[in-house]
């Protein structure tokens, strides 16, 4: 970022104007050469990550990569630099080894102060799914926090007061997404249900079929409740007659299935 304002370069209302001007240059040249990115003013969407496979599969979302703009050198963050539509997006993932809610706060504010044109930040990551008879979840469904009733769209569910038998009496929530996410799904929803519609979600997903670590598994395999996993990084050792027996799914034309509701959150793994 630019040193702080002397009487020579203290911003006026006509060198801002010149200052856009020449940004909007920069980033038409940028575009044709790809040499360098554009600059800090152009990001308004940060896309945040808590683990090294999030932020792996996330790189490969963007259209285009750009070099990283010349940041805030307090801020302690690394990022990736993009494109996805006419987008231009700031990919980060939380400082490796540390989940903790105090340093996913201590990295928003290094991104927020860094780029303030940041309209708003996805937090896109792995989660459990917790199949209920009315919500089909699967392995590699899409869970998009859109509130509910009352609740905000994501619960912290270990933010409570503990109560007798291991129960929980939520005390709080975090905040809805912003009203700009919100307005924009009943438009994904109406593209993504509509078959005449390109799949374009597959689409993006394809750009990862050269990392075999990140394939969908042949199998699904949902254990009873109640079961213990019985070690290891796999479920080799857990037993098969302690499967729960599920129909196969009925056939879409979508890669992906979406589910919209309330998320739960929290410090422990499910
Ligand atoms: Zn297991």
């Known amino acids: 970022m630019g040193a702080s304002p002397t009487p020579q370069n203290r911003p006026n ?7 856009t001007k020449f940004n909007r240059a920069q980033l038409k040249m940028n575009t044709q050469n790809h040499t360098v990115g554009p600059v800090i003013e152009h990001y308004t969407v940060a896309w945040i990550c808590a683990l090294q496979e999030e932020y792996n599969c996330a790189g490969r979302m963007l259209d285009e990569e750009f070099n990283a703009p010349d940041f805030d050198a307090k801020d302690n963050n690394t990022y990736l630099f993009g494109r996805v539509s006419g987008h231009y997006v700031i990919i980060g993932c939380l400082p490796a080894g540390v989940h903790d809610g105090i ?4 990295f928003g504010r290094d991104m927020a102060r860094s780029f303030p044109n940041i ?44 109560m007798s038998g291991d129960t929980i009496k939520r005390t709080g929530q975090l905040n809805s997404p912003p009203a700009v996410l919100l307005g924009a799904i009943p ?3 109406r593209l993504q249900s509509d078959p005449r ?19 969908r598994p042949a199998q699904d395999r949902l254990y009873r ?5 019985q070690g290891g990084k796999t479920c080799d050792l857990c037993l098969e007659d302690r499967l729960e027996s599920r129909e196969n799914r009925p056939a879409t034309t979508r890669e992906v299935t979406a589910h919209y509701g309330v998320i739960a959150s929290g410090n422990s793994g499910l």
Not at 13 to 19: G, K
Not at 127 to 143: E, F, S
Not at 225 to 229: D, I, R, S, V
Request: aromatic share 6%; proline share 6%.
């Open 225 to 229: 409740t109640g079961y213990l996993h």
């Open 103 to 106: 340093s996913a706060a201590g």
């Open 13 to 19: 209302s006509s060198n801002l104007a010149v200052a």
């Open 187 to 189: 438009e994904i929803r």
């Open 119 to 162: 309209r708003f930040a996805l937090l896109v990551g792995i989660g459990g799914g917790a199949p209920t008879p009315d919500r089909d979840i699967r392995l590699g469904d899409v869970v998009v926090s859109q509130p509910q009733r009352t609740l905000g769209g994501v619960v912290q569910y270990d933010l409570g007061a503990y």
């Open 197 to 215: 519609k390109p799949d374009r979600i597959a689409n993006h997903i394809s750009r990862m079929d050269d990392m075999p670590e990140y394939q």
